[in-house]
C-alpha cells in the first residue's frame, strides 16, 4: 500500500486490494491532471513484484525462513515557504526498523546493519542512479510540493482549536488532560502549579488523528486529592488556532468521571486502537 501526505495530511491512497489510486482530499483531484491516477497506479502495480523481491532477499539475509515481514520505503521533500529552504529523505525499512538511508550530503547510503551492507555498495556504484534521485528531490519534487500547497491551501492551513476536558476515572488516579479535535497537529500541553510549569509527575501521550482530519493528545498528572485542593493546579494548551492559551483550573467542578457506566478511558482507548490500526495500515509499505 502506499499513502501519500502533505503536512501530514493524506492525500492520495493505493493497495493491492483495490488496484488504484485514489484521491484523499477534494482538492488534490483539482492540482492533478485526469491522466495522473492512471500513471500511478500502473506505477505501484509494477512496484508490488519489487517489494515482494525485496522481502524474500531481506529474508535471506536475516536468515528468516517464515513469518509475517514488510519493507518500508518513505521518501519525500520538505520546503520553508519563508526561507526557501529544502531538504529531503529517502530511506528504507525492515520489519519496522532502519535498514538503509541516503545520505543527502554525501549522496552516498548510509547502511545501520550488516545486512544493508551489500545493498549500500551496489546503490553507491550507481552513480548515474544517484544524479536522477538528485535531481528529483532538489527539482521535481519541490515543484510538486509548491503546487500541492497552493491548492490544498485552506485545508493544510486551516486551524481548528481544541476542547480540553479534565478526566479521572477515580480519586486515586492520575488527573488526565484531554485536548482533542484540533488542527494543525502541532500543540503544548503543560500542567501549571501555582502558575509555574510542571516537570516531573507528569506523563505527555503522543498526538494521535481522530479520523476526521483532527488530532487528540493527553497529559497525565500524578498528583494526591488534598495536594491538589490546597493548592492551584491547572492545565494549559497552546495552540495555533488560539489567541489565548486555554487553562482549566483542576478542581472537583472540571473533572469528567465514569457515567453511566462507561469510563472515559475506554473511550480514549477507542481512539488510541483507531489510530494504532490506521499507523499499523501505513507501516506496510509508506510511499510518501
Known amino acids: ?20 489510486e485514489v484521491p484523499r482530499q477534494d482538492w488534490v483531484t483539482k492540482a492533478v491532471g485526469p491522466d495522473y491516477w492512471g500513471k500511478n497506479t500502473q506505477t505501484y502495480i509494477g512496484i508490488e513484484p519489487v517489494f515482494k523481491n525485496n522481502i524474500e532477499v531481506a529474508k535471506q539475509r536475516f536468515n528468516q525462513t517464515g513469518g509475517i515481514h514488510t519493507v518500508q520505503w518513505m521518501y519525500g521533500c520538505d520546503w520553508d515557504d519563508e526561507t526557501g529552504a529544502t531538504g529531503a529523505f529517502h530511506l528504507y525499512g525492515y520489519d519496522g526498523s532502519d535498514f538503509i538511508a541516503l545520505d543527502f550530503r554525501t549522496m552516498t547510503y548510509v547502511a545501520p546493519v550488516v545486512q544493508a551492507i551489500p545493498t549500500k555498495q551496489k546503490w553507491d556504484s550507481d552513480r548515474a542512479e544517484l544524479e536522477n534521485i538528485k535531481s528529483y528531490f532538489t527539482q521535481q519534487c519541490i515543484e510538486w510540493l509548491k503546487k500541492y500547497v ?37 500543540i503544548v500541553v503543560t500542567w501549571q502549579k501555582d502558575g509555574e510549569d510542571m516537570y516531573s509527575d507528569v506523563e505527555v501521550g503522543e498526538t494521535l488523528p481522530n479520523g476526521d482530519g483532527t488530532f487528540q493528545i493527553t497529559s497525565k498528572l500524578t498528583v494526591k486529592p488534598e495536594d491538589w485542593k490546597m493548592n492551584s493546579y491547572s492545565c494549559v494548551v497552546q495552540h495555533k488556532s488560539l489567541q489565548d492559551d486555554i487553562a482549566v483550573l483542576l478542581e472537583e467542578k472540571n473533572i469528567r468521571t465514569n457515567q453511566g457506566g462507561i469510563s472515559w ?12 490500526l490506521a499507523l499499523i495500515a501505513v507501516v506496510v509499505g509508506v510511499v510518501l
Not at 7 to 13: K, N
Not at 166 to 178: A, E, G, I, N, Y
Open 1 to 20: 500500500m502506499t499513502v501519500g501526505l502533505v503536512d501530514g495530511e493524506p492525500f492520495t491512497y493505493y493497495d493491492s486490494n483495490i488496484r488504484k
Open 150 to 186: 497552493s491548492y490544498g491551501k485552506s485545508t493544510l492551513e486551516r486551524t481548528v482549536r481544541p476542547e480540553v476536558s479534565l478526566l479521572q476515572k477515580d480519586p486515586s488516579s492520575p488527573v488526565t488532560c484531554h485536548a482533542t479535535g484540533f488542527f494543525p497537529k502541532g
Open 265 to 276: 478511558g475506554i473511550i480514549i482507548i477507542i481512539g488510541y486502537v483507531a489510530a494504532a
